[in-house]
């Protein structure tokens, strides 16, 4: 199916659906800006990353969201253009890349701590590509997981895009990677990016087969976003000390019940939900980004691979991901 | 409204939400699975059909459908019974 480009009005705009349910409603809606309150700085958005949430939210099946009016948020890139009192970090017409609570929009107002300067060697399409994967991987892996050399990690699903993040800090720690993926390009592509063991996201065969290629030990660490029987079957591949990473939502909002045997072996299990980290935890995550960001300054890491869309286009976007068909990031420009 | 009529309209919304399946006979004993479909694409295909019905159906009740049938029973159901 085609889609019409939505009519673009003057800004500033912003995304929104009045009823979730069918992406064919998203429209963009004249608005107005709001002016930033201390500790917060106004960026004209050049670039926006789309996250699965904001489809889920948009399909009307994001867990613990309300069927009413929803906008969209997440990754953005942009240019500052107002200042809150007190912020002294930032200038007018600073390059910057954060994530925004509606980022879908042509100004945002974001809170400092989720806001830091755009690395000078990348574009907004590129940096946007950044936030939201780069620092759940990050949180899981490194933070939580204590992810270390010669540690085997499985990815779940790895080429979205904490996946693909989570794939770069593995390779970057020197961890050896175990991955799954939904069909044979995404596995093929995985490969190409010298991961020896790729197998299928969509059985639960995976299982036997890491058990076959560790000789009965299974992986020190596990990146889960699949959901239902996924679960029970990947813990039962964790090797003792073991560390299971859930950055889905469906099991964990159905109160799905989890058999607690397998934690004998000294494992642990941790819920990952970054968007409550950045709002509880400011300076944590400011401190966790800032780090991030070092790695891509200096090269050692590189944005993921992204398709990027105009703004008229922001359906066939939101489309793109729910065909579950793309790897890495999908871009939305407001710019382009 | 009758079965057939609910039928043509799932169907119609299948091959709206999913590439290449124009020219395909969508056979209804098969699940959307079958079809290729990603499960945010089975949402999509359900609300749109909803939608044009004017019903509303709870997401518990049409979690354990197996195939097109069940779905088009289900909405047939409720269409006609207005529960």
């Not at chain 1, 019940?257 to 968007?275: E, K, T, V």
Request: proline fraction near 5%.
């Amino acid at each position: 199916m085609i889609d019409k480009p939505l009519f673009v009005p003057a800004p500033p705009f912003c995304l929104e659906i009045s009823t979730p349910g069918i992406l064919d409603e998203l429209t963009l809606q004249q608005t107005t800006r709001q002016p930033p309150a201390s500790g917060e700085v106004e960026i004209q958005v050049c670039a926006v990353g789309l996250n699965f949430k904001e489809v889920m939210k948009a399909l009307g099946i994001y867990p613990g969201n309300s069927e009413e009016y929803v906008t969209f948020g997440g990754d953005c890139g942009g240019k500052i253009v107002s200042l809150g009192e007190d912020v002294e970090e930032f200038e007018i017409a600073d390059e910057v890349i954060g994530i925004a609570a509606k980022s879908f929009s042509s100004f945002a107002t974001v809170p400092t701590h989720l806001v830091v300067p755009k690395p000078a060697n990348l574009s907004f399409e590129e940096a946007v590509t950044i936030p939201g994967a780069f620092l759940t991987a990050y949180y899981a892996l490194y933070h939580l997981g204590r992810l270390k050399k010669g540690d085997r990690i499985l990815i779940h699903a790895a080429t979205g895009g904490v996946g693909l993040a989570a794939v770069e800090l593995s390779q970057m720690v020197g961890a050896e990677i175990f991955a799954t993926a939904g069909n044979p390009q995404k596995r093929e592509f995985l490969r190409s990016l010298g991961i020896k063991y790729v197998m299928d996201s969509r059985s639960v065969a995976f299982a036997d087969e890491v058990m076959e290629l560790t000789d009965g030990k299974g992986v020190d660490v596990i990146l889960n976003s699949l959901a239902g029987e996924f679960i029970p079957k990947s813990l039962s591949v964790l090797a003792k000390f073991g560390r299971f990473l859930e950055i889905g939502k469906r099991d964990i909002y159905e109160n799905s019940q989890l058999a607690l045997y397998p934690f004998r072996n000294n494992l642990s299990f941790f819920a990952i939900d970054l968007g409550q980290v950045w709002l509880e935890r400011p300076d944590f995550t400011l401190s966790l980004f800032r780090e991030v960001m070092r790695c891509f300054e200096d090269g050692i890491l590189k944005p993921l691979p992204h398709k990027i869309f105009p703004i008229g286009e922001v359906v066939s976007a939101f489309r793109y991901m729910r065909k579950a068909q793309h790897i890495g990031k999908i871009v939305v420009s407001l710019t382009k | 409204m009758n079965r057939e009529e609910v039928l043509n309209i799932v169907i119609k919304n299948i091959k709206l939400n999913v590439d290449g399946l124009e020219e395909t006979e969508i056979d209804p004993q098969k699940s959307m699975a079958a079809y290729g479909t990603s499960s945010l694409d089975i949402v999509e295909i359900v609300n749109s059909s909803l939608r044009e019905l004017k019903i509303k159906v709870p997401r518990t009740q049409l979690a354990g459908l197996m195939n097109i049938n069940d779905l088009v029973d289900k909405l047939t159901q409720v269409k006609n019974e207005g529960v």
